[in-house]
């Protein structure tokens, strides 16, 4: 079992930034990646960012440039930094991380992101 929990969401204007952050404990070996989903209202989940083990990074073509995934192993902490935010990424923000197989996957309870124009 892996515990994840998010902090950093708010309320910002088009064009500010956040960090979000998540810190995991428990059976952490289990993890081979972690990555950032994202889910409006009325919305598909949808992937944002991921990150494996080794640090090889993957982002959504929508942002591209503007988020960037990192990984503190010594803070067992993952962050999103996110700049230039712009209204359509009003969402709410879940970290996840994957293990080898589904039942190994685990999620956070999610963290609200409000831009506002």
């Known amino acids: 079992q892996v515990h994840l929990v998010e902090s950093g969401g708010g309320a910002v204007q088009a064009g500010g930034s956040l960090r979000l952050s998540c810190t995991y404990e428990?059976?952490?070996?289990?993890?081979?990646?972690m990555a950032w989903y994202r889910q409006a209202p009325g919305e598909q989940h949808d992937l944002v960012a991921g990150?494996?083990?080794?640090?090889?990074?993957n982002y959504a073509d929508s942002v591209k440039g503007r988020f960037t995934i990192s990984r503190d192993n010594a803070k067992n902490t993952l962050y999103l930094q996110m700049n230039n935010l712009e209204p359509e990424d009003t969402a709410v923000y879940y970290c996840?991380?994957?293990?080898?197989?589904?039942?190994?996957?685990?999620w956070g309870q999610g963290t609200q992101v409000t831009v506002s124009s």
């Open positions: 990150i494996l083990n080794s640090g090889k990074t």
């Open positions: 996840a991380a994957h293990g080898a197989r589904p039942e190994y996957d685990y």
């Open positions: 428990g059976n952490i070996f289990l993890i081979k990646a």
